[in-house]
């Protein structure tokens, strides 16, 4: 892993905004930046600023080593390209993810006639969680870059495979209970939310959120769902979004799609079955699934059966 080989000054100054760190001090140093810049560029102002006595201490310390920290969370990975996919390994890199990279989202977007692959994720410092992109076309070259804005926040961000509209398009949970719908014209920072979704049904009565991305179907969104319950059980579900209106559940499983069976109960976290993503293949939804976090496994449903049982339970027979 390296730094980004170039870092757009506006977009980084937006994300010091964002994040509260673009004082006075901080918006002096990157004045001394090209529009484009590089990690080395960086240090090297921030270096000279660590040798002023008025920048080595207090707020005006914490100024600098944001600067330095926001730039290390956002960088490259570069494999082999000579290497099989299930030998690449993406271990933390940033001092955001000292403790860790949690629960990936991948998704496969389309936008002018290209694929790029992106994945939303967790990195864990031991003791906060932050959202992070991951983005490639190829699996060889890897970009990783913060989140930002005023809804970005706690974890279950889940991107739509395309644009609707003008807008990208993000399910996600900010307040640890509901799932929510984000729009945004730029796909680093997210201003709104609205809310999809609350607890209904027992299985589900603590919390709601996503098991990855919206799979588009002819019958609208397929949207695998979580849901936690008595004792902590996690259980997964299912809803169904209008395909023109996301906003809009047009269907909603009553019971799980999937529940930990009595061999499945016992692992590092008990009872607990959790999905990140799942796809349609031959009529199929395949959907890998951890237990417990403890080890993986799949499951298959048909998609024509789950679609109709989806369809047979609309709002109104559950709102």
């Known amino acids: 892993a390296h730094p980004n080989s170039s870092y757009d000054k506006h977009i980084f100054e937006r994300k010091l905004f964002e994040m509260g760190l673009l004082?006075?001090?901080?918006?002096?140093l990157m004045d001394k930046l090209p529009d484009c810049f590089n990690y080395e560029e960086l240090q090297e102002i921030t270096n000279q600023a660590r040798r002023s006595d008025r920048l080595a201490y207090g707020d005006s310390k914490h100024i600098v080593e944001g600067l330095l920290s926001l730039a290390q969370a956002n960088y490259e990975i570069s494999f082999d390209t000579s290497k099989d996919y299930s030998e690449l390994v993406i271990f933390?890199?940033?001092?955001?993810?000292?403790?860790?990279?949690?629960?990936?989202?991948?998704?496969?977007?389309?936008?002018?006639?290209?694929?790029?692959?992106?994945?939303?994720?967790?990195?864990?410092?031991?003791?906060?969680?932050?959202?992070?992109?991951?983005?490639?076309?190829?699996?060889a070259q890897f970009k990783i870059v913060t989140l930002n804005?005023?809804?970005?926040?706690?974890?279950?961000?889940?991107?739509f495979p395309r644009k609707l509209g003008d807008s990208?398009?993000?399910?996600?949970?900010?307040?640890?209970?509901?799932?929510?719908?984000?729009?945004?014209?730029?796909?680093h920072f997210w201003y709104k939310k609205r809310i999809l979704m609350r607890p209904t049904y027992p299985w589900e009565f603590i919390q709601?959120?996503?098991?990855?991305?919206?799979?588009?179907?002819?019958?609208?969104?397929?949207?695998?769902?979580?849901?936690?319950?008595?004792?902590?059980?996690?259980?997964?579900?299912?809803?169904?979004?209008?395909?023109?209106?996301?906003?809009?559940v047009i269907g909603r499983l009553r019971e799980p799609l999937l529940e930990p069976t009595?061999?499945?109960?016992?692992?590092?976290?008990?009872?607990?079955?959790?999905?990140?993503g799942s796809l349609i293949h031959a009529d199929k939804l395949i959907i890998p699934y951890a237990l417990s976090d403890q080890s993986t496994t799949f499951a298959t449903v048909s998609v024509e059966e789950l679609l109709s049982e989806l369809k047979a339970n609309p709002p109104e027979q559950y709102s």
């Open 23 to 28: 004082s006075h001090i901080a918006q002096r």
């Open 149 to 159: 804005g005023p809804e970005v926040a706690n974890k279950n961000m889940a991107l």
């Open 92 to 139: 933390p890199n940033s001092p955001t993810e000292r403790r860790g990279i949690e629960d990936a989202r991948f998704v496969a977007f389309e936008e002018d006639g290209q694929t790029t692959y992106y994945a939303t994720y967790s990195a864990y410092d031991g003791q906060l969680a932050f959202p992070q992109l991951l983005e490639t076309t190829d699996f």
């Open 208 to 248: 709601v959120g996503n098991c990855g991305s919206p799979i588009e179907t002819k019958a609208g969104w397929l949207v695998l769902t979580h849901g936690v319950g008595p004792m902590r059980k996690y259980t997964i579900g299912a809803i169904l979004l209008d395909i023109n209106d996301p906003g809009q």
């Open 262 to 276: 009595q061999e499945e109960r016992d692992g590092y976290v008990p009872n607990v079955v959790y999905s990140c």
């Open 168 to 187: 990208y398009a993000m399910l996600s949970r900010q307040d640890g209970e509901n799932l929510y719908l984000m729009y945004s014209d730029q796909l």
